[in-house]
């Protein structure tokens, strides 16, 4: 089933940056690219749990915050030591100048 959940305004997100978006329980991090795309993965990292809001967006990459962990925040994929499991992603779309993810 489609469910699209409104996120934020599409301003709200600098370019090369990330924010959290919790919603019923889970977490999530939503990114907007230097090239001006908008993208989504799950909030925590798979080592041990820290939020990736909190890390640093690098082109297409965001570093977590806690061991310096990297994942392509476009296709979820670990990208080296210490995180070896991907991370889910998500559809999104922007809509009225409105960013919108497809949970699921
Ligand atoms: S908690 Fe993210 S790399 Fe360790």
Redesign the pocket.
Known sequence: MSNWVDVCASNEIDEEDVIRFDHEGRTFAVYRSPDDSYHATDGL??????H?AD?LVMDDIIE??????RFNYKTGEAKGA??CVNLGTYPVKVDGGRVLIQVG
């Open positions: 990292c798979t080592h041990e749990k820290v990736l890390g977590c915050p806690k061991h310096n962990g210490p995180v």
